[in-house]
């Protein structure tokens, strides 16, 4: 047999068969109807490329605006007009100084809406590197500096969630062709692309499963796989729950995205996790790519005609919007909170090719019911090149990425095994970016200065990391 995407070997039969040793009872329970979810969702979006954060959020008055608009004499977003930025109001109407690219009005609206809130100058505050590579994986690992340790930051959650029955049908989901490198190590976490794409893949195109016009009796492969795995032997009792994960994703009422949804991809992964959300199916953890960020030349700015970096954060933006929308609708927003961080930000100086080069420092975005929003959330240190310099022209981080994510995890799911999810991460203290579970109270934010460390150089051994890199992929 062969299989239609490498996510149902990674992400199912081989993920059953350890399942099948170790004894988890994932993938089993009944067909699932839709209700409000008696636990909180994390959402992980992982903008790879590395997002010029600047131009997303935007220094839209005083000192820092100047520096900005010196900086970028051709980049630079402008601070009014048409194609100006929107610009970023605390609850009383005072302004915060930053705005938003035009084009993420989806976004402006979450923010006015309190359903947003921006970490500054966020990022690995323990290792620095100008390596996509490096850094995706660090990210993904929760292990800054240490990339051998074989399983992500998500894996490990899960693997120390409390309140966990083991009757969740998906209690983590990888929207990807393989398994995301943050679910490295679960047994519990389901891949797949799309549901109508997790099939198997064997013989004619009207042999593989039962249809409409199949003739009378006819039993496709899939509906056919359950009964080969009869036995109890480990590689039996794997297949067993290979064609069990199937049907879990056959049963649900999995549809096409409704009418006036985005029509991208991404937004249609998004579509794809929204359902699995509202399908009661136990999903605690779920994660999502969106690449494209690597914005060395033609990068665009705003206006009218052709802007890459402008289709860029529409297309963000206006999914995000419609996720949410989705969510608030069927009343499961509330336990739904959306992390959505790039590996690093780009230079605050434009280079001559009309574009970014790799930065340090860059703004997260943490949306949802839960979220403490429409406030800003960390230290931002300014565009001042005296306080630029020693960081190689780069936005200093000031606030480590793992604090953002402790913080989601305690507050809203319950799991305090921090020692486990980040390995060597100290001195965590909340920033007040989400509500505690079931309550209502609004904290304020805590602002906290992290040590600041100086950016390096552009590492000179790019190509070696990067076959380093694949070779560490390839199975």
Known sequence: MTLTRREFLKGSCATAAVGAVAGPSLLFAPSAHAAANGHDTVVHLFLRGGLDGLNLVVPIDGADRTFYE???PNLAIAATGAYGALPLTLASGAGTGFGLHPSASGLRDLWNAGHLAIVHACGLASSVTRSHFDAQLYIDLGTPGQQGIGSGWMARAMNVQPNLNGAEQLPALGVASRQPAGLLGSVQALTMSSPGDFALNAGAWSWQRTRSDSPAGLRGVNETLGSLWAGSSALELGGQRADRSLQVIARQSY???PAGWPNSEFARQLWTIAQSIQFNLGLHYATLDLGGWDTHNGQGTAGSGYHYYQNKIAELSQALAAFYAALDTSGHASRVTVIVQSEFGRRVRANASGGTDHGYGNPVLVLGGPVNGRRFYGTW?????????PHFGDVPVTTDHRQVLSEILIKRMGNNHLAT????????APLGLVRDFGTLAKPAPRLRARPIKPAAAEQPDLLER????VQEWVD
């Open 381 to 389: 240190s300014g565009l001042d090149p005296e306080i630029l310099s």
């Open 255 to 257: 549809s096409a995205a």
């Open 466 to 469: 990067l076959m380093r890199y």
């Open 70 to 72: 010196q900086a970028r």
């Open 421 to 428: 999810v980040f390995p060597g991460y100290a001195n965590y």
